[in-house]
Every structure is written in structure tokens, then in C-alpha cells.
């Protein structure tokens, strides 16, 4: 899988990201369908299930404090949306592609993501005893997997594990692209070694990507004794990642359309446009302000009858806070004579955008609008 990132580029990522892509829809597509099978008590094991779970043992186990636990595994989970923006940096043309991807995400989160957990929901409930024991175990503790014995499904439950194996390589692939392109990045404006920024002739950050994969092989500790422990520290640094990345982008995307406008640019000038625009940045910095939050009281009063708060449980749920907090800490120390605060006026909105010519693309528009019908630009706003 990496080889091939190390021989294709970004063509390689996107045509196995493509395979990748196709299997897991394929498959969670036919879990939905299967699942609402089983709720129904479709299956060979006639059970009914219903909403049976959401009442007992319940739905919002523990109630708020709960909810607020599972944030950062939800936005794990999410984790990885982002690198639509990082991609389209390499695509021939990001006007057309980059619209049509985002709206995409946005469907795979409300179709895939949350039709299919609420169906796990309604048949695995929270008290299972597999569920409760997955950290560290095989693919056979995934509650899809436990979903479908429940069910009472021969065979599935193999396949369907087969098809976890395909997203944890998928997953693989998309960290390997992100990360170092990310690297590469950093190279450029020279906060990593020059070396890292080695381009070859295909486009390929060499140097970075052999970075990128040596951290990959961290993954086989998990196979020692310790591994959970270790994977749960891991997790501690990374979980919290999604919302200061997201944080992050919503905070750039508010301080450039502030320094658009203020420099005398219009929206017009701007080929691609995010739909919630401004608001919709507010919205998601202000969400991701609050998960963290609801996170840090988490930390400070973890879950449990007989767990108690300490300083371990406390990093183990708010780890990534202080290292983030450190390292840029760190980077003002070390660059504290150009990272001081840009204002409007001083704000580069020009440098790395492609040369466009906006009158051709408004006439592309015109030209394209009249021979779509009603239902297709519907489609086209939506997907």
C-alpha cells in the first residue's frame, strides 16, 4: 500500500483510495440493509430487537458525562475529512473536483457514519461483554462484527472482518499522503529539515514519505505484551488532534475572508466558496472550542463509579492539549521574530494560488446552466 504512494504519487493514493473507497461503501451499504434485517428479526435467529437497547441497558449510558466521553473517540473517527483540501492541491483541477468532494463528506458522514451507528445502537448494546473487552483484541470485537453474530449471520462476520483489514490499510494510506505532504510543507517555509521538502520529478515527496512510513511501522507494538497500554497513550496524543486541526481551519478560513475583504478583494474573485461561508467557520470553531471543553471535564472527572481522578487518567484523556500547547510554545520562542500576529493589511491572500482567468470560468458557468435541468443542478448543489 505504501509502495505504491512511493511509486504513483498522488495518482497512485487516489486510484487505491479509490479501491479502498468502493469496497467500504459497498460493505456499509450492505451492512445497513442487513441490519435493519436484523433489527426486525429478519435473520435465522428470529430475534426482534428494536429499540430494545435504547432502553435497556439505554442509550445515553452515564448520561451528559457520558456523551462528553465519547467525543474524542467520535472525532477519531472522523479524522481524515481534512485531506480533501490536501489532496486537491495536486489535482488538475480543483474548481471542479474539490466542490463535488466536500459535499461528499458531508454525505458519507450523515449516510455512513450515523446510519450505521445508529443501527449498531439499536441491536449491540453498551453493556456487551465483547464490546467492553475490545481494546487490544482482533477485528472479531468490532461492534459491526458483533452486530452480525448477534444476528445470528454465518460467514458474514469473516468477510465483514476482512472488510476492517481493508479500511485500517485505507487508513493507512490516506495518514502516509497527509503526513507527508504535511512534512514537505514544513520543509518549505523551512520549519523541518530542507530534505524534507525534496521533491522528485513525479511530484513525490520522497524524503518525507520514507518519514512518514518509518513512523508507521510504531503500529506493531501493539502486538507486545504492553500494546494496549502503549496504544492508549498514543491515542491520548492524537485524539484530541481532529479538533485543534479543525479549530485550526475554521480560524484560517475567518482570518482570510477577513483579510479578503479588507484588502479590497471580492467573493467573486474567489472560484470555490464554502457553502456555511463565515458562519459556518464561527460555528465549527466555536463547536470544537466546546468539545474540548467537554473533554477537559472529562479528564478531571473521568467516568466510573470506582474510577477515581488522577493525574494519569487526567493525561491519558487531555494529553494532546499540553503537547500541542508546548510546541507552539516552542515554535514562538525559536521563530519570535516572524510569527508575530498578521494583521489585515499585512496578510499575503495571493501567494500559491493558481493563475485563473475568472472571466473564463464565469462563462464555463453560463455556458454549463442552461442545459442542466431541474433535478440536475438540485443534485449539483447537493452533491
Not at 468490532?142 to 452486530?147: D, G, R, T
Not at 520522497?206 to 492508549?232: C, E, K, R, W
Not at 479578503?260 to 459556518?280: N, Y
Request: aromatic letters at 14%; one cysteine or more.
Amino acid at each position: 500500500m505504501q509502495s505504491v504512494q512511493i511509486r504513483y504519487a498522488s495518482r497512485g493514493y487516489a486510484e487505491t483510495e479509490f479501491v479502498f473507497s468502493s469496497i467500504k461503501v459497498l460493505a456499509i451499504i450492505g451492512f445497513i440493509i442487513l441490519a435493519i434485517v436484523i433489527d426486525v428479526g429478519g435473520t435465522p435467529a428470529h430475534r426482534y430487537f428494536g429499540v430494545q437497547t435504547w432502553h435497556n441497558p439505554g442509550a445515553f449510558k452515564n448520561g451528559f458525562h457520558g456523551l462528553c466521553t465519547v467525543f474524542v473517540n467520535a472525532a477519531f473517527s472522523f479524522g481524515g475529512t481534512e485531506l480533501v483540501g490536501l489532496a486537491a492541491a495536486e489535482t488538475a483541477n480543483p474548481r471542479k473536483t474539490l466542490p463535488s468532494a466536500t459535499k461528499q463528506v458531508f454525505w458519507r458522514i450523515a449516510l455512513f457514519y450515523i446510519i450505521s451507528l445508529l443501527l449498531i445502537g439499536f441491536i449491540v448494546p453498551s453493556n456487551n461483554t465483547r464490546l467492553l473487552n475490545a481494546v487490544g483484541k482482533t477485528a472479531s470485537a468490532s461492534p459491526f462484527v458483533i452486530a452480525i453474530d448477534l444476528g445470528g449471520v454465518k460467514v458474514l462476520p469473516d468477510i465483514f472482518n476482512v472488510v476492517i483489514l481493508i479500511a485500517v490499510l485505507s487508513v493507512g494510506n490516506s495518514s502516509t499522503f497527509g503526513s507527508s505532504r504535511t512534512i514537505a510543507a514544513l520543509a518549505g517555509v523551512g520549519q523541518a529539515p530542507k530534505i524534507c521538502g525534496y521533491i522528485d520529478r513525479k511530484g513525490r515527496p520522497m524524503v518525507s514519505l520514507l518519514i512518514a512510513i518509518t513512523f508507521g511501522f510504531i503500529a506493531y507494538i501493539n502486538l507486545a505484551g504492553g500494546g494496549p497500554t502503549v496504544f492508549n497513550w498514543l491515542m491520548a496524543i492524537s485524539g484530541l488532534s481532529g479538533f485543534f486541526t479543525w479549530g485550526s481551519i475554521c480560524a484560517c478560513h475567518i482570518r482570510f475572508r477577513q483579510g479578503w475583504k479588507h484588502q479590497g478583494h471580492t467573493l467573486d474573485e474567489i472560484p470555490f466558496r464554502s457553502g456555511a461561508g463565515v458562519i459556518g467557520s464561527w460555528i465549527g470553531l466555536i463547536l470544537n472550542i466546546l468539545c474540548l471543553i467537554a473533554q477537559f471535564y472529562v479528564a478531571i472527572w473521568p467516568v466510573g463509579d470506582n474510577v477515581k481522578p488522577s493525574a494519569k487518567a487526567f493525561f491519558k484523556a487531555y494529553l494532546a492539549a499540553p503537547v500541542i500547547i508546548l510546541f507552539y510554545v516552542v515554535y514562538k520562542i525559536i521563530y519570535w521574530k516572524t510569527s508575530s500576529f498578521v494583521t489585515n493589511e499585512k496578510m499575503d491572500v495571493i501567494s500559491g494560488r493558481r493563475q485563473i482567468d475568472l472571466d473564463e470560468i464565469e462563462k464555463e458557468k453560463n455556458e454549463e446552466s442552461p442545459h442542466k435541468g431541474f433535478f440536475k443542478r438540485i443534485y449539483k448543489f447537493w452533491c
